[in-house]
C-alpha cells in the first residue's frame, strides 16, 4: 500500500527554522512529482510547493517568497521541505503528496496520494 509519512513538524518562534521530511514506501515515489500542501484553520489547503523527480522545482511564490525550498533525495524516497524565517501566518497542516504524473502541479486535484500531515506552529 502507497504510504507517505511526514515528519519534522513543531512549535516555535517567528524566524525561525523548520525542516519537514516526507518519506515515501517503497514503489511509491518512482518518476512522480512530489508536492507540498498546508491547511491553516479555518481556510482552504495551499499549495506550497513542487519537485519534480529530475529537480526541476514550482513554489506558491505569495506563501514560499524565497523562504522556502524543497528538495528530494530519490535513494532515500524521502522529499524534503526547508522553511526558513517563518511567520505566524505559516502556521498550518503541512501535507506532502504524490502527483500522478511527473508534471509540475499545483491543483490537489493532481496529486492522488497524501500524507497524514504534521502541524507546524509559530508564534510571535
Known amino acids: 500500500q502507497v504510504q507517505l509519512v511526514e515528519s519534522g513538524g513543531g512549535a516555535l518562534q517567528a524566524g525561525g527554522s523548520l525542516r519537514l521530511s516526507c518519506a515515501a514506501s517503497v514503489g511509491t515515489f518512482g518518476l512522480n512529482a512530489m508536492g507540498w500542501f498546508r491547511q491553516a484553520p479555518g481556510k482552504e489547503r495551499e499549495f506550497v510547493a513542487a519537485?519534480?523527480?529530475?529537480?526541476?522545482?514550482?513554489y506558491n511564490i505569495d506563501s514560499a517568497k524565497g523562504r522556502f525550498t524543497v528538495s528530494r533525495d530519490n535513494a532515500k524516497n524521502t522529499v524534503y521541505l526547508q522553511m526558513n524565517s517563518l511567520k505566524p501566518e505559516d502556521t498550518a497542516v503541512y501535507y506532502c503528496a504524490r502527483a500522478y504524473s511527473s508534471t509540475l502541479t499545483s491543483r490537489s486535484s493532481d496529486y492522488d496520494y497524501w500524507g497524514q500531515g504534521t502541524q507546524v506552529t509559530v508564534s510571535s
Open positions: 519537485i519534480r523527480w529530475t529537480g526541476g522545482v514550482a
